[in-house]
Each structure stands twice: as C-alpha cells, then as structure tokens.
C-alpha cells in the first residue's frame, strides 16, 4: 500500500478557481515537502514544513500541516495555466533526513 | 550555486542491452544522492541513495545497480535490461546531514526517459 496517500488523482479546473490537494500519511511525519512537476520533467521544489499547524506561502500557493503532522493540503488560489502539472508530496520519516518518499501525484489542468 | 546534469535525457535500447544513466552535480561537497524512478501510476520511487564515495545503499531489490566513483558523480546501471526498467529516472542531491534536521530539501535533475523495446 502506498505510504503516502494524495487526492484527488487528477483535477480539472477552470481558470481563476480555486482549489486544494491532500496529502495523507499514517504515521507522523518529520517533514513534508510540495513539489511541482511538468510532464517528463524534473520535480520543482515549492514548500517544506515542519512544525505541527505551520503553514507557508509563496505567490498564490499555500501549504499546511496539520498539528499531528500527518496531514497536509496545497491550495492554490485563482488558479492560472501555469499552476497546470503534476504536484507531489514527499515524507521524511527519518529525522535524519537522508531519504524522501513520495505519494503518487495529483495531476493538475487549469482550462480557460 | 549548485547545479545537477543528468544525460542522456532520452534513450531507447533493446531488451538485454546494457544501461549507464549518469548524474554530476556541482557547486557543493559531499552531497547525498538518489536516483528515483517513476513509472506510470506508480509514483515516485527511491531506487539508491549515497552517503558518500562507494557508499550505495539499495532500497528496492532490482535489475539495476549505482556507482559513485567520485564525490558528486553518481552512476545508474544495468548489464541487462528488461522491458519492466522502462521509466523515467531522476537523479536527486540533497546537502550532507540530510534534509528534515538542517531544513534542506533534496533537489532533482532534469530526468532521463527510458524506453526498453
């Protein structure tokens, strides 16, 4: 089973919506990392948290974690065509941080 | 600052063929690396990572293999490919010390697509 559980699988939404991504886990985390990928492309990093409650923002995107730090959500506000790709989240489970593991990805269309 | 290559981006070879995928990375010392492989539907999966020179750990049991002859040179391999290795594969670095303690992030190549036929 997948460790890393995200939602939706895809999404499809209309220019200037907005919209949320989950990221799910069944055991606590140390960290919790968005990234952003174009099809056959490599991954961007967007944001990391840490802290139980910490949220993060940059340009329309914003990151929480939850305070078990278990869950976190993406949401992106009045969604643009470039928002469109593929976002991952990625779990450190260690502490000491050498490994990330990663869900398997919310496809992401923005259609004008 | 630092940087990572990743080549070839593209490659189609025969079932059976031998594979040399390779990964620099520059501006940094001592970096950990990864090679991850993502297949359709299937995510993102952590393939080997390194620590350090000749230091390679494995995290799937597989038909491929990692080298790190030099500090920032890591080197994914297989002497004989089977049609299941197609995927697209990114090389990764993350700084010493690792990622949740020192707040980093691991960072990622531009990936190399792999279509065995």
């Known amino acids: 089973s997948q460790e890393l559980e995200q939602s939706p699988q895809s999404l499809i939404v209309q220019e200037g919506k907005n919209l949320t991504i989950n990221c799910t886990s069944s055991k606590t985390l140390y960290g919790l990392y968005w990234y952003k990928q174009k099809y056959g492309e490599g991954l961007i990093f967007l944001m990391m948290?840490?802290?139980?409650?910490e949220e993060k923002s940059h340009e329309k995107i914003t990151a929480k974690l939850d305070e078990k730090k278990q869950q976190s959500s993406l949401h992106i506000t009045a969604s643009q065509p470039s928002h469109a790709g593929i976002y991952l989240c990625?779990?450190?489970?260690?502490?000491?941080?050498?490994?990330?593991?990663f869900g398997t990805g919310t496809r992401l269309q923005v259609t004008l | 600052s630092q940087t990572i290559h990743q080549w070839p981006a593209t490659l189609v070879q025969p079932v059976g063929s031998p594979l040399s995928l390779e990964c620099t990375v520059e501006g940094t010392s001592n970096p950990n690396l990864y090679w991850y492989r993502q297949a359709a539907g299937r995510g993102l999966q952590l393939l080997f990572y390194?620590?350090?020179?000749?230091?390679i750990s494995s995290e799937v049991p597989q038909n491929l293999s990692a080298s790190r002859p030099q500090d920032r040179q890591f080197i994914l391999s297989s002497k004989k490919l089977l049609l299941s290795d197609s995927g697209f594969y990114l090389c990764?670095?993350?700084?010493?010390?690792?990622?949740?303690?020192?707040?980093?992030?691991?960072?990622f190549g531009e990936g190399s697509w792999l279509t065995v036929v």
């Open positions: 390194s620590v350090g020179i000749g230091q």
């Open positions: 948290l840490q802290k139980g409650g």
């Open positions: 990625g779990a450190d489970r260690s502490g000491t941080a050498s490994k990330l593991t």
């Open positions: 990764a670095w993350g700084p010493l010390g690792g990622t949740g303690v020192s707040g980093n992030t691991i960072y």
